[in-house]
């Protein structure tokens, strides 16, 4: 009997070949089992040699010619079978040079080959298209060399098996009498475009994400904003605005409080509605902090360059922001509180002992209809040669030069004006002695009867018609002020009516 490791040496070898069932026998066998075996012998060599006719040249192969010439007539299918193979072979690889890439084992499949290479170069995207390149794929020409070497592995058996497995099983597309439809590049982009806008029926609409938020989406998921949270939201800031209006008018008003009447009244004011003074603090900050420059910091930075050893006297401090800003020892003066520095009391009169104070200030305080109060008072309580400082809204001066002629016969004279600032003016003065003019009571006698209407004031505004009429201390009776004294603009007089 053969013994199984001869056979597996004597084997031929061939990478690629893997278990080739026939396989040269060795003489010795064929002597001890006659001529049948003999024969059995020759037909095996002649299958085997059928079998390996398509193999590679390089492979080896143990048959002569004439055995060739005679196992061809004994197995004379498998021989035409193997030979109408390389033919189809042939045939196609002539078509496939012609069509580029190799092909497949079948007329069919070079068709379908055809037809894939044509809708791959359309590219179409569709599922039936997705489909046809699979089969492409599935049907995609392999390497030649592997093509060979799966058909030799496989022997004869194989061979029909190859035959019938490996050829493409005709799909209802290659088996239909009609080729399949290839489209034009235009009537492929129309098909692309119909696609496109099918499915974009049903998609949600790219919108951004602010028109989201904004349109009212009924069809969405999100929950919708109470409307009772929107209304609340802008009720409160209708709320807002319009106590914010509301402020402005108060402070409005309050302000017009302060410029057209006594000191007294404004101090009443306050003593009876705290609040209002808050509110009035509230309405000047808000107003003058839109200014370039505030005249409090002006102020603050003028005594910042004196020594810090000089007391200061603030008329009307507010929130004592200047005391805040120099070191100096400040007194503090106002008709209401904002800061524990500041001494409650009408400016007109102060507690503090007479000529006890360096500087004496008043930025944006001169107001009410006794201003000349407040100017004697600091008269008093500054020591001689001693600085008062005085900043004004710019708007309130119809003629600078009436204002100083009247400051200086309270006892003062001009150190410096400054007139560039845009929203106020700012003047320094320096103590020269004790007022000249009227009498207190003269005066409060002048200011009654003003308020009875005693005498006309035509065009001059409050403030500096009540410091005329104070400085016109010379009239005895009913006086025209005019000249250089009292005329302003050339046209306005004031018609005093002086008792004393
Ligand atoms: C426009 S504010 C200026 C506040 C501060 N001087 C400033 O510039 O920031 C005027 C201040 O003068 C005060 N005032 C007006 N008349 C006054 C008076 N007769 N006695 C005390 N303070 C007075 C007001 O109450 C107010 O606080």
Redesign the pocket.
């Known amino acids: 009997m053969f013994e199984e490791p001869e056979w597996a040496e004597a084997a031929p070898v061939a990478a690629g070949l893997g278990p080739v069932t026939s396989r040269p026998l060795p003489a010795a066998a064929s002597q001890n089992k006659g001529s049948k075996c003999h024969q059995l012998l020759a037909t095996l060599r002649t299958l085997e040699a059928a079998s390996l006719s398509q193999n590679p040249p390089s492979l080896p192969s143990s048959d002569s010619e004439e055995e060739e010439v005679k196992r061809k007539k004994k197995c004379p299918k498998k021989a035409s079978f193997a030979s109408a193979s390389a033919e189809v072979g042939k045939k196609r690889k002539k078509k496939c040079q012609k069509q580029g890439p190799p092909c497949s084992d079948s007329e069919e499949e070079v068709e379908r080959k055809k037809t894939c290479r044509k809708q791959a170069l359309l590219g179409s995207n569709s599922a039936e298209e997705e489909k046809r390149k699979r089969k492409c794929q599935k049907h995609a020409p392999l390497n030649p060399a592997q093509h060979l070497d799966d058909a030799d592995q496989t022997g004869p058996k194989a061979w029909k098996n190859s035959a019938t497995n490996d050829l493409p099983k005709p799909s209802p597309e290659s088996t239909s009498p009609k080729p399949p439809h290839t489209l034009s590049r235009k009537q492929w982009r129309n098909r692309q475009k119909n696609k496109r806008r099918h499915k974009n029926k049903f998609r949600s609409p790219e919108v951004p994400d602010q028109a989201l938020a904004e349109a009212p989406t009924e069809k969405t998921e999100v929950p919708p904003v109470p409307r009772t949270e929107n209304h609340e939201a802008r009720a409160g800031a209708l709320r807002a605005r319009m106590a914010q209006r509301l402020d402005g008018a108060r402070f409005r008003y309050l302000n017009e409080q302060?410029y057209s009447r006594p000191?007294s009244a404004?101090?009443r004011l306050f003593q009876e509605d705290p609040e209002a003074?808050i509110l009035y603090?509230r309405g000047?900050q808000s107003q003058v902090k839109k200014w370039p420059l505030q005249?409090?910091d002006r102020i603050a930075k003028d005594l910042r360059q004196r020594p810090a050893s000089l007391v200061v006297a603030?008329?009307?401090?507010?929130?004592c922001?200047l005391a805040s800003s120099i070191r100096n020892p400040v007194h503090c003066?106002?008709?209401?509180s904002l800061d524990p520095r500041v001494t409650v009391?009408?400016?007109?009169q102060v507690p503090l002992e007479d000529e006890s104070v360096d500087v004496a200030v008043f930025?944006?305080?001169l107001?009410?209809t006794n201003i000349r109060d407040?100017l004697e008072e600091a008269n008093r309580v500054l020591k001689p040669g001693g600085l008062l400082k005085v900043a004004e809204v710019s708007s309130r001066f119809e003629d600078v030069w009436t204002f100083l002629r009247a400051v200086t016969k309270l006892g003062f004279k001009v150190v410096s004006k400054d007139l560039t600032n845009s929203h106020f003016f700012l003047f320094d003065f320096q103590k020269t002695g004790p007022p000249q003019l009227l009498t207190r009571s003269g005066q409060m006698q002048i200011l009654q009867q003003e308020e009875k209407g005693g005498f006309r004031i035509p065009v001059l505004p409050r403030l500096w018609a009540g410091l005329v009429l104070a400085l016109d201390s010379s009239a005895q009776q009913e006086t025209e002020v005019g000249g250089t004294e009292g005329r302003v603009d050339g046209a306005v007089y004031v018609r005093v009516m002086w008792l004393h």
Not at 314 to 319: E, K
Not at 333 to 336: G, I, N
């Open positions: 302060l000191s404004a101090q003074f603090h000047f005249p409090v603030d008329f009307g401090c507010g929130d922001r003066f106002d008709l209401a009391c009408d400016m007109a930025c944006l305080s107001m009410g407040f």
